[in-house]
């Protein structure tokens, strides 16, 4: 079932989840700055008044370059993996603000990891320099949400940095001093 929407903008009226994949840690700044005014411009012309919530981001800078047009979302139960279309908009080659075809709260982090290291594998690209910062909810409570970033942690130890918090206006709340994942000594 696809998404509704709007004639005027282009962009889903219904909310969905939300990615942001940015080129490089340089680039991060500026990335969450233009995507916060972006996605303001965009709750303001939503019906609901919410247009999606931002899940993580993607730091790559292959990918921004080469945006996927779907993902596919590991199977629940004993249904099978389904493509999920990937609209995007932003600053081609510097960030990209993306949401997935697929109603909001559905898609874990951890999933959306799997589905977009299985999409670089399958281009051959690096991942060596690529990492996800997962986005949480300002005071988000709950096991859930302890349960989902262990398990990045646990599947994903080289790829994941610490979660970065989002105020309610969208804007996230970290300065970006420590550039990649933060990796133990080996």
Known sequence: ?????????DVPTEARS?????R????????????AAHLSILRSHSPAGEFGTLQGIWVDENSVQNLPIALE??????????????TAMGVNGIWMLCWLE?????????DLVSALLEKIDRENSDTTSSYFIPVV????PGPRLSDELQMLETRYPQL?????????GGSLLRLWA???PQVAPS
């Not at 490089?24 to 995507?35: G, I, Q, V």
């Not at 697929?102 to 951890?110: D, E, F, L, W, Y």
């Not at 994941?160 to 309610?168: A, K, L």
């Open 18 to 22: 939300l990615f942001l994949m940015v």
């Open 178 to 180: 420590t550039p990649g």
């Open 160 to 168: 994941v940095q610490s979660p970065v918090p989002r105020s309610d």
């Open 137 to 140: 909810a300002e005071g988000e």
């Open 73 to 86: 979302l590991p199977k629940v139960g004993d249904k099978k993996p389904t493509d999920h279309s990937v």
């Open 24 to 35: 490089s840690h340089a680039c991060l700044e500026r990335a969450n700055k233009e995507a």
């Open 1 to 9: 079932m696809g998404a509704n929407y709007s004639k005027e903008t």
């Open 102 to 110: 697929t109603a909001i709260g559905t898609v874990s982090r951890v």
